[in-house]
């Protein structure tokens, strides 16, 4: 499998071009991952620990 930093080269991009690319990517945050619907799994992942985070604040409430 080819990353991004192979896929431009692979285009003949000059090496300062995927430079300046890879961190203009990394300055605004913007990250490549092979996972596939990565936004939508890390959200859902957000909402279970911030449930479980609640059921143990509440617990922890209720046995004090």
């Known amino acids: 499998m080819m990353d ?3 896929i431009l ?3 003949e991009l000059p090496d ?9 990517m990394s300055e605004n ?4 991952t092979t996972e596939e619907n990565a936004e939508t799994r890390l959200a859902k ?6 449930e479980a985070q609640a059921k143990v604040d509440e617990s922890t409430k209720s046995s004090e």
């Open 29 to 32: 945050k913007l990250y490549v």
């Open 9 to 11: 080269t692979k285009l």
């Open 16 to 24: 300062e071009q995927i430079t300046a690319i890879e961190n203009a």
């Open 4 to 6: 991004l930093k192979d």
């Open 45 to 50: 992942f957000k909402d279970e620990r911030d």
